[in-house]
């Protein structure tokens, strides 16, 4: 099973700031299938990223995903107050599909 | 619009058995293979079943080989999950996710709202 770990564990930023979030997986993803989720808090998680880099239908294109074999990266340009929330990277390139241990952003 | 809804959960004793439900609409059930997702209090989220469109092809992460059965109802655009022999570390709030495609491991573009399970003595 591929694991994957997600850097900063928590990252505290301000509205307008870039936030860049990190997640590495521990061997190659698969034709870069790797997906981002969003997740509020009491709410289940949101797709907003797939195939590394594809935007989900009706995602603001402030959001951005980037990377290809062991290292992505998620990118949100400025933060709007509702970006503030837990990010969770997916990698579905080989079964079982594994997700990593999430971000926390959070308002500083 | 995709909606999915589940439902089913509730508090169980360690060793005890659940079937949690997903009512689907606003997609065509037998088009697109479906999973669970499950995620611990304050934890994050760990993939527990997976089931194909057909409903021909099913696979389960470790933790619930041998205790968790999924299955679906194509005619009721209905996923099921029967867990047994239920277990403390079990209790999560379970989610059903929608794949976009037909089978395979994929990513997950629709999610319901969950539903809570919690093992307790």
């Known amino acids: 099973e591929i694991v994957l770990t997600q850097s900063p564990g928590t990252l505290s930023l301000s509205p307008g700031e870039r936030a860049t979030l990190s997640c590495r997986a521990s061997?190659?993803?698969?034709?870069?299938?790797l997906a981002w989720y969003q997740q509020k808090p009491g709410q289940a998680p949101r797709l907003l990223i797939y195939?590394?880099?594809s935007r989900a239908t009706g995602i603001p294109d402030r959001f951005s995903g980037s990377g290809s074999g062991t290292d992505f990266t998620l990118t949100i340009s400025r933060l709007e107050p509702e970006d503030f929330a837990a990010y969770y990277c997916?990698?579905?390139?080989?079964?079982?599909?594994?997700f990593g241990q999430g971000t926390k952003l959070e308002i500083k | 619009e995709v909606k999915l809804l589940e439902s089913g959960g509730g508090l169980v004793q360690p060793g005890g058995s659940l079937r949690l439900s997903c009512a689907g609409s606003?997609?065509?059930?037998?088009?697109?293979?479906m999973s669970w997702v499950r995620q611990a209090p304050g934890k994050g989220l760990e993939w527990v079943s997976g089931?194909?469109?057909?409903?021909?092809?099913?696979d389960y992460a470790d933790s619930g080989k041998g205790r968790f059965t999924i299955s679906r109802d194509n005619s009721r655009n209905t996923l099921y999950l029967q867990m047994n022999s239920l277990r403390a570390e079990d209790t999560a709030v379970y989610y059903c996710?929608?794949?976009?495609?037909?089978?395979?491991?994929?990513?997950?573009?629709?999610w319901g709202q969950g539903t809570l399970v919690t093992v307790s003595s």
């Open positions: 606003g997609f065509t059930s037998s088009s697109y293979a």
């Open positions: 061997q190659s993803v698969s034709s870069n299938n």
């Open positions: 996710a929608k794949v976009p495609r037909r089978s395979g491991t994929y990513y997950f573009d629709y």
């Open positions: 997916q990698q579905y390139g080989s079964s079982p599909c594994s």
């Open positions: 195939g590394a880099s």
């Open positions: 089931i194909s469109g057909s409903g021909g092809t099913t």
